[in-house]
């Protein structure tokens, strides 16, 4: 016989941020929290443990759902990319453009965490700070970081900026020194933050990483330069206590019943090992990224929530079988300002391809789906959307690895009729037109996920629920 025992989490004193985590009922199994798949909470508003991730090609709008849930939870953490991010928040028609900083930075109940899997260049996640100070927005004591998170440097981002101006066709990075800074990190001479916690042993490593760059064919930078101003940095990360070991902190938060934001960066299509490679960023973008660059187990992740635009855009170079290179996409491109946050580069536009969301859904099991910016389509008589890939006549059943195979589908589409009018004021699902709401629950009926939330405008006020029961 197998006996099981079940017993309630001992009630806590929490912020109102985790008040809600009573809310939703849980089992505990030998001190472990299992969420029950029938009763996981769609739009993360009571779950107790939460990821926010790119479906497409990034510049989905992540941002702006981990914005509106960052109040409700007690730690938002990053476990990916670097400052090659760009999540553009709109609060109180101010304009926050977040490259290094987890969203919930703005919340002056939430903690702030830079996992062991982001790349962290100091002076931009300082010159970030620098804007929250200007508005008075208080973050002592809220913004951690990882001593296993690896730094981003001069010489690196030197590196990145050579190998696109050099190479015979550039993959379209941000030049921001991301690869250079993973691929240091996967050849073990990469420096970590926790390595500026003793100056003299950090200026060895610091001089070794220059000169293996160096030898690798790439121009000198100012040494002398970068060091006096990361020695600045180092000493007021350190005087403020922001760096920690984080795997511990966040494992010990959930322990705790505190409910924990994971903010992703970039997208499933971008992701090093699933996306179109190698016109991919250079870390694990999908949930899976939680474990690696955060140390937390994605068997305690309770809700995953897929952010997908509307239509489709990607930056840079590699294929977009949805592409439109016309007029369409060009209108599309000015209506959605769909211009880098972090480069400024216009975005590449296209119809919603559902194929690549299936085969994100495949890899990350999305508990629902954020659509964003459908107001952007509200100029078109008919919009379309790829409902599947051929193969030489052969449907293919997932998203081909091989380019040269992407490059040659044929793509069927679904047709759906245009609304023809601004929804950029909506507030409630049932005041969608009604073509609106045919495109929305065609694409939720396709896709076989429901749609939580839906997002017609820049302002956080406009995103509501698709089902205010959900």
Known sequence: ???????????????????????????????????????????????????????????????????????????????????????????????????????????????????????????????????????????????????????????????????????????????????????????????????????????????YLNQRVVQDGHKAVNKEEELRELKILRDRLYDNKMVIDTVYYINNAFENHKRILFEGANATMLDLDYGTYPFVTSSSTCAGGISTGAGFNIGKLETSIGIVKAYTTRVGSGPFPTELDNEVGQEIRRIGHEFGATTGRPRRCGWLDLPVVKYSHMLNNYTSINLTKLDVLSHLDEIKVAVRYRLNGEVLPSFPACLDDLSKVQIEYETFRGWKQDISKVKEYKNLPKEARDYVEGVEQLLNIPISWIGVGPERESMFRKDQDQ
């Open 1 to 207: 016989f197998f006996f099981l025992m079940i017993r309630r989490p001992p009630r806590s004193t929490q912020s109102r941020s985790s008040a809600a985590s009573d809310v939703y009922k849980r089992q505990y199994i030998q001190g472990m929290s299992i969420p029950t798949l029938s009763k996981r909470c769609l739009n993360g508003l009571t779950a107790r443990t939460t990821a926010i991730l790119g479906s497409q090609w990034g510049d989905e709008g992540k941002g702006k759902l981990v914005d509106i849930l960052a109040q409700q939870y007690d730690v938002c953490a990053r476990f990916n990319g670097g400052a090659n991010a760009g999540h553009t928040i709109v609060v109180n028609k101010k304009k926050y453009a977040l490259h290094l900083l987890p969203c919930g930075i703005l919340y002056d109940s939430c903690i702030n965490v830079l996992g062991n899997g982001v790349v962290v260049h100091l002076p931009t996640m300082f010159d970030e700070l620098k804007q929250l100070d200007k508005d008075k927005i208080n973050y002592d004591g809220r913004l951690l970081l990882s001593d296993r998170a690896h730094l981003t440097t001069a010489c690196l981002m030197e590196a990145d900026s050579a190998h696109e101006t050099h190479k015979e066709k550039a993959l379209g990075t941000t030049k921001r020194g991301i690869g250079p800074s993973y691929s240091a990190k996967a050849s073990r001479y990469g420096l970590r933050i926790g390595d500026l916690k003793y100056w003299d042993t950090f200026l060895q490593k610091y001089n």
